[in-house]
């Protein structure tokens, strides 16, 4: 029996790029589970909890078993990463975001890299085990060489390989947050059961550095379902910071929840949107 999740962040409302995700994940068939990513401190808000369920209830789609919610979980992502930090394949980085920044508009900084792995290697010493770091990175180069370059398979069957290039030295903890995005998602979704990773295309490339992650961590690898995304007419593509039309407005406008669902399940998207690859 075929799970898969929807797992929103309750940082604003659901807008209608949400809708399909969760209309795609439901129409897998099998158990649908909702996971909530609450693990920004600065931008998780409680109230969007509970408007998640009300948008949820309104299109019509129930969610099975209980609500799992990220911040009560921080054990688990610990245990994670202390296995890397043992197996020698994470280490601690002082570099504020500012440094980062700053060394990649150096003359020997490489801009196409999100990190330049200055404190990849740095000798031990009392003073730096003492102090706190800004974060905990994975090492790719020795990731990589310990199990390869792991790739993934889409829904449709298709085989992806992972390029060395797509991975870098990924945050996987922040002192301001107990787990980064791509650790929690692959524990959470191992210890759920989740064997189809319903979302949408611009997640295509944390796939890499994720499949990566279930590889040194001996968890089984689920397959891949990323589905185009819903973008206004002139291209824009929805977000929340941009104000994106929520499904509250389109409840208050009178639209039916359940109807919508069936249309996005056609693939049958309100007039002024459409769907693109990302």
């Given amino acids: 029996m075929t799970t898969s999740r929807f797992a929103p962040s309750p940082t604003g409302r659901l807008h209608l790029g949400h809708a399909y995700s969760a209309v795609l994940g439901r129409a897998a068939g099998g158990r649908w589970l909702l ?12 109230e969007f909890v509970d408007a998640i369920l009300e948008d949820l209830a309104w299109l019509g789609l129930p969610h099975d078993g209980e609500v799992l919610v990220q911040s009560d979980r921080t054990q688990l992502y ?21 440094d980062i920044a700053a060394s990649l508009t150096a003359p020997h900084g490489d801009a196409a890299t999100a990190y330049p792995g200055t404190c990849r290697g740095l000798p031990d010493d009392p003073a730096r085990r003492a102090a706190t770091p800004h974060s905990w990175r994975l090492d790719s180069a020795a990731a990589i060489a310990r199990v390869g370059l792991p790739g993934w398979r889409e829904a449709d069957g298709v085989r992806f390989a992972s390029r060395e290039q797509d991975i870098g030295d990924a945050v996987l903890a922040r002192k301001d947050a107990p787990s980064s ?3 929690a998602c692959v524990v959470d979704d191992a210890d759920s ?8 295309a611009d997640l295509r490339p944390s796939t890499p550095i994720q499949r990566l992650l279930q590889r040194l961590l001996d968890l089984p690898e689920p397959t891949y379902l990323h589905h185009p995304l819903v973008v206004h007419e002139d291209g824009r593509r929805l977000a929340k910071r941009d104000q994106a039309p929520t ?16 249309a996005l399940g056609n693939g049958r998207l309100p007039y002024g949107f459409r769907l693109v690859d990302a």
Wanted: with cysteine; aromatic share 4%; hydrophobic share 40%.
């Fill in 35 to 46: 996971r909530i990513e609450d693990l920004d401190p600065g931008r998780s808000r409680p």
């Fill in 78 to 98: 610990a245990t994670a990463l202390q296995r890397l930090v043992d197996l020698a394949l994470a280490y601690p980085c002082f570099c504020t975001r500012a």
């Fill in 181 to 183: 995005y791509h650790l």
């Fill in 193 to 200: 059961g989740v064997d189809l990773v319903a979302r949408g």
């Fill in 247 to 262: 499904l509250a407005a389109l409840r208050d406008a009178g639209v039916d929840g359940q109807k919508l669902r069936d």
